[in-house]
Nanobody, 124 residues
């Protein structure tokens, strides 16, 4: 069973920072494409970035590129999303996701496994 457990999130002032984490199984972490998505009210869930197991650089999709950073803790099988210079437009529900295999995708429908989601609220 693929299980993704998220933590982090919360409320922050514009310009502040938050770090989200996604703990996965060892197999998922080392074998599957993983990514971060977000969904704002009334909008479709969209990819922020995805990364394959062997990649050194994530594939960035969202405007968070340049402000956000993805890192990994191999000992904890955990994927992180460091968000800096947050803007009110970043307010959304944030999800960690995984799909089977090394080949990545950027459409949420291509990801079969999801964390529980965590709310990020950025106030001006």
């Amino acid at each position: 069973q693929v299980q993704l457990v998220q933590s982090g999130g919360g409320s922050v002032q514009a310009g502040g920072s938050l770090t989200l984490s996604c703990a996965a199984s060892k197999y998922t972490y080392s074998s599957d494409c993983m990514g971060w998505f977000r969904q704002a009210p009334g909008k479709e869930r969209e990819a922020i970035a995805v990364i394959s197991p062997g990649a050194t650089v994530p594939h960035w999709v969202d405007s968070g590129k340049g402000r956000f950073t993805i890192s990994r803790d191999n000992d904890k099988n955990t994927l992180y999303l460091q968000m800096d210079s947050l803007k009110p437009e970043d307010t959304a529900m944030y999800y960690c996701a995984a799909r089977s295999g090394r080949v990545c995708a950027t459409t949420f429908r291509d990801f079969g496994y999801w964390g529980q989601g965590t709310q990020v609220i950025v106030s001006s």
